[in-house]
């Protein structure tokens, strides 16, 4: 079974601040883990992914995620946050172990807020 | 590359009525998978399609079903449309074997 947690409902942040949005998962294999982005009326956006390798992984728009296995953790971070990366994020995970299936679970959602 | 398209983008219907929505995928994309967005319950997986057979199924009633054509076109329809069915759609379409998936804007369903 796989599963994923995002603790927080919204995240708040000043302009230029870094910002951290939380992501946990679970799984009995190893994970395929994904952040997405969505905007007011419009579908999700792929950010970034991490298969293996790099525990550091660089996706679009300045966003990065740090893999921590220790912790099963797979937080997305940005040093400067900007107005404009106001939205919604799902982190999603999928078991590598999973039979075949590509279909990831999704988290319920953050939505991050960045003040001017 | 035109990206992921479905029709309508609003629906309003009154229960006890049935639906269909439409997907259109990224040329070459051979998976389609749908999900229902709702405020309370996150993201859910519907079903998947692949070379228009059903490959995955959420844990959804009866009354929600789909099907893809052979051109990877795919639509859901649900039947006897409940109050709760009232959501945002989203159909998501992937290469083969790639984990990364492209959303469509969503079609807003409300039952009323």
């Known amino acids: 079974a796989q599963s994923v947690a995002q603790p927080e409902d919204q995240v708040n942040v000043a302009e230029g601040n870094p910002l951290t949005v939380k992501c946990t998962y679970s799984v009995s294999g190893n994970p395929y883990l994904f952040w997405y982005v969505q905007y007011p009326n419009r579908g999700l956006q792929f950010l970034l992914k991490?298969?293996?390798?790099?525990?550091l992984v660089k996706g679009s728009y300045g966003f990065e995620a740090e893999f921590n296995k220790s912790q099963t953790s797979f937080h997305l971070k940005k040093p400067s946050a900007l107005v404009s990366d106001s939205a919604l994020y799902f982190c999603?995970?999928?078991?590598?172990?999973?039979?075949?299936?590509?279909?990831?679970?999704f988290g319920r959602g953050t939505s991050l807020i960045v003040h001017p | 590359k035109a990206g992921v398209t479905q029709t309508p983008r609003y629906l309003i219907k009154t229960r006890g009525q049935q639906v269909t929505l439409s997907c259109s995928p990224i040329?070459?994309?051979?998976?389609v998978s749908w999900y229902q967005q709702t405020p309370g319950q996150g993201l859910q997986f519907l079903f998947e399609y692949f070379s228009e057979t059903q490959r995955n199924k959420g844990n959804f009633p009866g009354r929600f079903s789909g099907r893809q054509f052979s051109n990877s076109r795919s639509e859901m329809n649900v039947s006897t449309l409940e109050l709760g069915d009232s959501a945002l759609y989203l159909c998501?379409?992937?290469?083969?074997?790639?984990?990364?998936?492209?959303f469509g804007p969503g079609t807003r369903l409300t039952v009323t």
């Open positions: 991490y298969i293996t390798g790099d525990n």
């Open positions: 998501a379409s992937s290469l083969a074997g790639k984990d990364e998936q492209y």
């Open positions: 999603a995970v999928r078991d590598h172990a999973s039979g075949g299936s590509y279909i990831p679970t």
């Open positions: 040329s070459g994309h051979r998976s």
